[in-house]
């Protein structure tokens, strides 16, 4: 008796797995557009299983790419005299549809929108047949259906989506909040469907309805998710001043946690609004309890107000500052981020590098951990290659590689050693570094790494003495000291004295950005401008067309000279890092509805 059952299942799951396999290779000739092979398959199918709809809608549909409609419509009918289904009888309508037989369609179609009200059960499987041949207003009507006949349920997903593709957008947005105010747990899929249809830009059209929407819907009732959207619409936006009123009401609403308000200070900060950045954290640090966050907070409102500092008086204000800190909150491992950037603050802003290296050697003798004691030595390092104490500085780095081997601090380690080798005009270790980082588990890293080996070999051999390439690499350094001026006069000396060497097209840009960062931007258009003009076939030539296009975008005033850059990217530097950030911001600058 066992034997005799083993093999009834043996039989049955043979022929489950070649009815599968057949399936298989039907939906293969089909897509591949051999009707006719999936055609001879999907018949037997039906035959092994003529009570399921499944090979039916197979069989019509193939009966319809080889354009036999009246064998398509035999069965159909077919089945319809057995049992009146009307996802079948949609169908039915829509192989009249393909035969110009509008008429005869249009009766199907509402027949099978007029079953709801019998049975609303099948609202979803008429509609979504209807989606599926594109027959977008019957859908529409069917799921407008639902709101009447079944309360209880909400199609607005559904119905957004299809107003989406008919480029209703109001409507779709209606639809999407209306599916947010019925399942508000959906909220963050909804602002990734809704991305797709806004931009940075305010006062685009899209931007407005929804803004509208959605202050019309707070005004009605105060829900914590309309909030919720209307902050993250003003950070697409960039408004982050006006997303800081919405994340304040959300956080009064339910006070338990500041991570959405540190998250949005961070992003701020990222993107260069240091005033919100700072009214935010000033907020945080009059609400949270939290020493940790209190001092973070701190630490970043600091930081701001460094590098807005334009005077001796604001520099002295903010080392007071710092100070009171240290007496409020003391030196331990809880203060040692803030210990980091008085250092920092010290050695690159007071310019006072002694007093800097004494503070951080006295926070290596705290109760740190490994991972933290290396992040002081990477800054002492760092100090060090600031003085030009190049050997000194090697030591702390090497230690921090053998301490913490395969971490992305070590990674950042070596990638240091090779940056203070080259600084000291030894390129080939440089070089022989560099290359172990070009596949560093830090993409950022790898960049960097990358960048730097090239500089370096595409130059090296241009003359014995490699003299461009000390200078540029010692204006690099004086760049790195803050020595603004001094850079640029070195690299107007290679320049002069090195004209058509390979590295002129790496002065002109290096030299283009210390000139951003004087604010002398009518310079750096000249540098940009010469490199697309002679390099256009280079490495440099996009990021040349970049950060020209956002020259003119954010400081110039071009916006349409900005546009023509972006638009070069997209078509002729398609492989390009910036080529999704130029689509973007060329779409933007055209008034595209749809970013």
């Not at 299983?49 to 090979?55: A, L, W």
């Not at 803004?211 to 408004?239: G, H, N, T």
């Not at 000033?282 to 630490?299: M, P, R, Y």
């Not at 750096?524 to 020259?551: F, V």
């Amino acid at each position: 008796m066992q034997k005799i059952f083993l093999f009834i299942v043996f039989l049955f799951v043979l022929n489950f797995g070649f009815g599968q396999n057949s399936e298989v290779l039907a939906d293969s000739y089909y897509k591949k557009g051999e009707f006719k092979k999936a055609l001879v398959i999907y018949q037997n199918l039906n035959k092994e299983k003529p009570y399921s709809y499944k090979y039916v809608y197979k069989l019509v549909e193939t009966h319809q790419q080889l354009e036999q409609f009246e064998e398509a419509e035999n069965i159909l009918v077919q089945r319809l005299a057995k049992r009146r289904n009307p996802t079948l009888i949609v169908e039915l309508g829509y192989n009249y549809q393909l035969q110009d037989s509008l008429a005869r369609a249009k009766k199907l179609y509402n027949e099978a929108i007029a079953f709801v009200d019998e049975n609303p059960n099948y609202i979803y499987s008429i509609a979504k047949k209807f989606e599926d041949h594109s027959l977008l207003d019957e859908a529409i009507q069917v799921y407008d259906r639902s709101k009447l006949l079944t309360p209880d349920k909400n199609y607005s997903i559904q119905l957004a989506r299809i107003y989406g593709d008919q480029g209703k957008i109001e409507k779709m947005f209606e639809n999407y909040i209306d599916y947010v105010a019925y399942r508000p747990n959906y909220l963050n899929n909804i602002k990734r469907a809704v991305s797709d249809f806004i931009s940075e830009n305010k006062d685009n059209e899209n931007n407005i309805y929804l803004r509208r929407l959605l202050l019309k819907k707070i005004q009605q009732e105060p829900s914590p998710y309309w909030y919720d959207l209307l902050s993250w619409l003003y950070v697409q936006e960039k408004a982050y001043n006006k997303s800081f009123i919405q994340e304040k009401a959300l956080y009064k609403r339910n006070p338990e946690s500041l991570d959405r308000i540190i998250e949005l200070a961070v992003t701020a900060l990222n993107d260069n609004d240091d005033e919100t950045s700072k009214d935010i954290y000033n907020f945080i640090l009059e609400t949270t309890q939290d020493a940790s966050t209190a001092l973070t907070a701190h630490q970043y409102i600091l930081e701001i107000d460094t590098k807005n500092a334009t005077t001796e008086k604001e520099l002295e204000r903010i080392d007071e500052a710092f100070n009171t800190l240290f007496e409020d909150y003391g030196k331990s491992e809880l203060t040692l981020p803030l210990q980091l950037a008085y250092g920092e603050f010290l050695a690159f802003h007071q310019k006072d590098t002694e007093s800097a290296t004494a503070f951080l050697r006295q926070s290596l003798k705290l109760n740190i951990s490994e991972f933290q004691e290396a992040k002081v030595k990477l800054l002492l390092a760092d100090i060090l290659v600031l003085q030009e104490r190049f050997n000194e500085a090697l030591i702390f780095y090497s230690q921090i590689q053998l301490s913490l081997k395969n971490s992305t601090i070590s990674q950042e380690a070596r990638f240091k050693v090779a940056k203070t080798s080259y600084y000291k005009g030894d390129f080939d270790w440089a070089e022989s570094q560099l290359k172990i980082l070009k596949s560093s588990t830090s993409q950022l890293i790898a960049n960097d790494a990358l960048d730097l080996k090239l500089l370096i070999s595409d130059n090296k051999f241009e003359d014995s003495l490699q003299t461009a390439l000390k200078h540029y690499a010692k204006a690099d350094l004086y760049a790195f000291q803050n020595k603004t001026d001094e850079a640029v006069s070195l690299l107007d000396k290679i320049l002069e004295e090195h004209e058509g060497e390979s590295i002129i097209d790496q002065t002109l840009f290096k030299q283009a950005k210390l000139f951003e960062k004087k604010k002398q931007y009518n310079k750096a258009e000249a540098n940009y401008l010469l490199i697309i003009k002679d390099w256009k076939e280079d490495i440099l030539a996009d990021d040349a067309h970049y950060y020209l296009a956002e020259l003119y975008n954010t400081h110039l005033a071009k916006p349409e000279e900005a546009k023509q850059l972006y638009e070069k990217i997209i078509f002729e530097f398609e492989d390009s890092i910036y080529f999704i950030e130029a689509r973007k911001k060329f779409r933007m600058l055209r008034g595209d509805t749809i970013n």
